[in-house]
């Protein structure tokens, strides 16, 4: 079994909750597998998960609340008492995703596994944790089967 690969036990006992908000509505079983795989990748298969999925408009709004900062983006991750709580813009997954000519829901998914690696102690703010983390985030996202086609700010 690769490393990493969440357990049919470890995937029982995920502890996910998810809110759509966003149109159009998320595969809810790719969730599990994406949020599954990447809290197995870093070692907590145990971490409760609250994700919100919205628009701009909303992520936004959570954006300029709590970070100070008005626009919209692709993801906000929280560590709250050890629960990762991450808020992705479905609209702008599905808007890059077009740009870059792939899937959506792997843009989806990539936002996912960014946000739960930053709760998971990765960071991308010098270079060489930012090489680090697009490794396990192509790592997780490969073990999916999820084709992203990254272009690295």
């Not at 795989?37 to 408009?57: C, I, N, Y």
């Not at 992705?88 to 946000?115: I, W």
């Not at 709760?119 to 060489?128: K, M, N, S």
């Amino acid at each position: 079994m690769p490393v990493g690969r969440p357990t049919r036990a470890a995937r029982a006992k995920l502890r996910l909750s998810v809110r759509d908000e966003a149109k159009p509505r998320s595969d809810r079983a790719l969730l599990r597998r994406v949020v599954a795989a990447t809290l197995a990748f870093g070692g907590r298969p145990d971490k409760a998960v609250s994700l919100l999925l919205t628009d701009d408009r909303g992520i936004a709004r959570l954006h300029a609340e709590f970070l100070d900062d008005p626009t919209p983006t692709d993801v906000i991750s929280f560590d709250v008492d050890d629960e990762a709580e991450i808020v992705v813009s479905v609209e702008t997954a599905v808007r890059v995703a077009r740009q870059r000519g792939h899937a959506a829901r792997a843009e989806l998914a990539l936002y996912v596994v960014h946000g739960l690696l930053h709760t998971l102690g990765f960071d991308d703010i010098a270079p060489r944790a930012r090489a680090r983390m697009r490794v396990a985030e192509q790592a997780v996202l490969q073990q999916l089967g999820l084709v992203v086609h990254a272009v690295d700010a």
